[in-house]
């Protein structure tokens, strides 16, 4: 059986091996269509029509595009990207640290069905406004019934090393249900507005001041505990094997610095977006991404039942243009959107090709990835 690193084998000895095989197969092929999704999403619906967002905002030297635009980026990068990455990482992983049994995987796929259909639903009524003031709603609904599908699936595994912790829940666990409770209550939110919007609004962008404290909920009890929880879990595991990642991975830390203190400073100082949006990105790009490029990276093939990276130096490319557009997005976004320094409009569609480039190289090192033969049957052939 391809097993996976870090994690013990199944302990049902009453299930016969051979349904345990073919239980570990599916459960990769699961992990891998969410992984492919949370790519596409990042890629097209996410990275793409930010770009194109950023570029007319620069042309127009203001923030002049549309709100549901906007949103509909942030919406696919956060639920359609972060968040699908997150539920198939849980799916596959959180019954073996938990309770080292391997599930089967049909509430997997339903969960993904519903959940793909809700963000795509939801970026179509956003980008196009197609039957916005049904389609809101009910994508909100789907994202909900998957989440709760999920909870119901990791629920009922309890956790079996208490007693190397002494009795009590590893802090990695603790973190990582705090950010389902937070994903939780951000998918609550989420329909609520999308409900509101919907029978009140003449379009279907949500109300600027509920947005930004709907992402700051996001961010901070959603994303950043998930993310510190199964690093907490994998970082131990993984690091030391490249000393490159521990490099990388200390610049997503000085970036969530760079976030907090910006966030500050927007409180502020903001007159124009420019200081929000930096302090935005700092996170999103700076954090977020840069933390799942170099996590995702050791962390997926592994799951995808122990396949080699495709390219370690294509790793290395793709957290050097991040970081560097990112780099560049920041320090341009508030000298123009702030009008301090006019000039620094020209930089911000650079920025823009830099991250671009990153996020296609990311997504290219993983589908290469996941096309290559597992490593323990390249063994066996080159052995043969
Ligand atoms: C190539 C990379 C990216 C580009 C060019 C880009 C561009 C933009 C632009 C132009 C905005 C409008 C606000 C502003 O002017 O700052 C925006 C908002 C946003 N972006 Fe990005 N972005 C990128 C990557 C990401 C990533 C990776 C994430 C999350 C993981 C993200 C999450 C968001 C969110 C949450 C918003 C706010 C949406 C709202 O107001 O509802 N972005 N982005």
């Not at 400073?265 to 700076?286: E, F, I, K, P, Q």
């Amino acid at each position: 059986m391809s097993s996976t690193v870090g994690i013990e084998e199944p302990r049902q000895q009453e299930t016969p091996v051979i349904l345990l095989k073919a239980r570990e197969t599916s459960a990769q092929r699961l992990m891998m269509a969410y992984a492919l999704t949370g790519l596409f999403f990042m890629l097209l619906p996410g990275t793409f029509l930010g770009v194109w967002n950023l570029t007319s905002i620069s042309g127009r030297h203001g923030n002049a595009i549309s709100a549901s635009w906007i949103q509909a980026h942030g919406h696919a990068q956060i639920f359609g990207w972060i968040g699908t990455f997150i539920l198939g990482i849980g799916f596959y992983s959180v019954p073996k640290m938990t309770s080292q049994t391997v599930q089967p995987t049909v509430r997997g796929w339903i969960a993904w069905l519903l959940w793909t259909s809700g963000v795509l639903l939801r970026w179509a009524a956003g980008f196009y406004h197609l039957y916005w003031r049904v389609l809101l709603p009910l994508s909100a609904l789907l994202e909900l019934c998957a989440f709760l599908i999920f909870l119901r699936s990791v629920r009922s595994h309890r956790p079996v090393d208490l007693k190397s912790s002494g009795g009590r829940k590893p802090v990695w666990i603790i973190s990582v249900l705090i950010g389902t409770a937070g994903f939780g209550m951000g998918l609550l939110m989420n329909l609520f507005a999308a409900a509101y919007v919907s029978v009140t609004a003449t379009g279907p962008a949500f109300p600027t001041g509920f947005e930004s404290r709907f992402l700051t909920l996001l961010a901070y009890a959603f994303i950043v505990p998930t993310i510190w929880g199964f690093s907490a879990r994998w970082l131990p595991v993984f690091l030391g094997l490249k000393a490159v990642n521990e490099t990388v991975l200390r610049s997503a830390l000085l970036f969530l610095l760079i976030a907090a203190g910006l966030g500050i400073c927007a409180a502020y100082l903001d007159h124009a977006n420019g200081w929000v949006g930096a302090s935005r990105h700092s996170l999103t790009v700076g954090f977020i991404s840069t933390m799942v490029f170099a996590v995702g990276q050791r962390v997926l093939p592994a799951f995808a039942g122990m396949r080699v990276l495709y390219g370690p130096r294509l790793m290395l490319t793709c957290l050097l243009l991040l970081n560097v557009g990112c780099a560049l997005r920041v320090s341009s976004e508030i000298l123009a959107y702030e009008g301090y320094w006019l000039p620094a409009w020209n930089a911000l569609p650079w920025s823009a090709i830099c991250e671009l480039a990153g996020v296609t190289l990311f997504a290219a090192n993983l589908l290469l990835t996941f096309k290559q033969p597992p490593a323990h049957e390249i063994r066996t052939l080159s052995a043969a």
